[in-house]
């Protein structure tokens, strides 16, 4: 069974500029969550979709980030514009309605 | 959602027996006890999860003493490749499940030949 994917592995751009990240669950899977930890400090909750709806995007800093997940399947969270202090690892877990969370290996993200 | 304290980090030889206690005095009714581990460049991983006395599986054991204000994970006979990043996590979701986790510092076990 295929894990977690992230796409890209690394991004580097400069400040201003727009980046879009994606996440494929494991397929199956209703709860998809995205997290990040920026430079020193612990991983943080972003937001969490069951299928195509936010369950909870408390965690979300700005309105900068956007996430979507349309269809249900894979998500995408685009930084727009991009700040220095949004450099960092963006990871991205699915699981089952009650079932542990997996995570992805994890997008870096460096603005410059 | 209960804090946790856990050792920034921890060295240990190959074969020996590494336990790493992790404190959360203000843990509630509902909350389960999880244990992640996370490899450096990858996503962090379940390892084990527990409520109360002890929990053992392939991977590691974990033991909870009646209040419930500390945890022990014990990771018997370790080798190199077990250097990594330990995170102790404290809430009301079984099995990890549909809710946020929320992470601590960590910590860091180093294993030296």
């Known amino acids: 069974e295929a894990g977690v994917t992230q796409f890209p592995s690394h991004s580097v751009i400069e400040k201003g500029q727009t980046v879009t990240l994606r996440c494929d669950p494991i397929?199956?899977?209703?709860?998809l969550y995205w997290y990040r930890r920026v430079m020193g400090k612990e991983i943080k909750f972003l937001l969490h979709?069951?299928?195509?709806?936010?369950?909870?995007e408390s965690g979300m800093p700005n309105n900068r980030f956007l996430a979507e997940r349309t269809g249900g399947t894979y998500s995408t969270l685009k930084v727009q514009p991009a700040e220095l202090e949004d450099s960092g690892v963006y990871f991205c877990?699915?699981?089952?309605?009650?079932?542990?969370?997996?995570f992805g290996p994890g997008t870096r993200l460096l603005v410059l | 959602l209960a804090k946790t304290t856990q050792p920034i980090s921890m060295d240990s030889y190959e074969g020996q027996e590494v336990n790493i206690t992790c404190s959360h005095n203000?843990?509630?009714?509902?909350?389960?006890i999880t244990w992640y581990q996370q490899f450096p460049s990858q996503g962090p991983r379940f390892i084990i999860q527990?409520?109360?006395t002890k929990v053992t599986n392939e991977v590691a054991s974990l033991f909870i003493p009646a209040d419930r204000k500390s945890s022990t994970l014990s990771l018997p006979r370790v080798s190199l490749s077990d250097t990594a990043v330990y995170y102790c996590l404290v809430g009301d979701y079984p099995s990890g499940s549909a809710r946020q986790l929320t992470f601590g510092s960590g910590t860091q076990l180093t294993v030296l030949p």
């Open positions: 527990g409520y109360k």
């Open positions: 203000n843990i509630a009714t509902n909350d389960y």
């Open positions: 979709f069951v299928k195509e709806s936010k369950q909870d």
């Open positions: 397929s199956g899977h209703d709860n």
């Open positions: 877990a699915s699981s089952q309605p009650r079932g542990g969370q997996y």
